[in-house]
Nanobody
């Protein structure tokens, strides 16, 4: 069982930056690939970024490439999402998730956090 807790969301202006964090409870955390998803009001939850447990492979959705960076610290059991040049369309609840293998689809992830709200004003 892996418990995930996100933090770092907030209200920012377009062009600003935020860093989201997700802390995992399990000692086996370091063996999981981790992903970030987001869900805007009235929309389905969508993939944002993912990283392998060794940090040797990362995936990003096209709309965040060059602006967002996913990273992890396996000693701290934490995965991060550095978000730069934020846009109003980035407004959503952001969720972290854990999976045995790195993936871009929701059904590949076994454990989910409760989410953290990111709001970007224009």
């Amino acid at each position: 069982q892996v418990q995930l807790v996100e933090s770092g969301g907030g209200l920012v202006q377009a062009g600003d930056s935020l860093r989201l964090s997700c802390v995992a409870s399990a000692r086996t955390y370091s063996r999981y690939a981790m992903g970030w998803f987001r869900q805007a009001p009235g929309k389905e939850r969508e993939f944002v970024a993912a990283i392998t447990w060794r940090s040797d492979i990362t995936y990003y959705t096209d709309s965040v490439k060059g602006r967002f960076t996913i990273s992890r610290d396996n000693i701290k059991n934490t995965v991060y999402l550095e978000m730069n040049s934020l846009k109003p369309e980035d407004t959503a609840v952001y969720y972290c998730a854990a999976s045995v293998f790195i993936a871009k689809t929701r059904n590949e992830y076994d454990y989910w956090g409760q989410g953290t709200q990111v709001t970007v004003s224009s």
